[in-house]
């Protein structure tokens, strides 16, 4: 797999804030992802509400674990290399951004 890293001038992102699992974070982002960043947060956090329902008593963490394996998973499944490459980038993107955080 060949990755394509672009760079990105870091005047050029724009602060945001983001929810996952019912933590706030500020990350910074190009314009051009932030739509396609919230759509992934939209539905993390639908499938974490989903999970909640399926499997109580589970701590926050346990929820979350369970969306990245179903998320991966869809992506291998659907046997679409774009949507795989798309998925994996944002949330790389996403787990750079936490890792800050920290």
């Known amino acids: 797999m060949h ?13 945001i804030n983001i929810v996952i699992a019912d933590r706030s ?7 051009a992802d932030e739509e396609t960043i919230r759509r992934t947060l939209k539905t ?6 989903e999970f ?6 589970k701590d926050m963490q346990d929820y979350v674990a369970m ?4 998320y991966a998973t869809q992506a291998k499944s659907d046997n679409n290399p774009e949507l795989e490459s798309e998925m ?3 949330l790389q993107k996403i787990e750079r951004q936490l890792d800050k955080v920290k």
């Open 44 to 49: 993390i956090n639908d499938k974490i509400i």
């Open 67 to 70: 969306v990245l394996i179903w």
């Open 88 to 90: 994996l980038e944002v």
């Open 25 to 31: 974070y500020r990350i910074k982002t190009s314009p």
């Open 3 to 15: 990755w394509h890293i672009k760079r990105i001038n870091m005047a050029e992102l724009i602060p």
């Open 52 to 57: 909640k329902t399926q499997f109580a008593g």
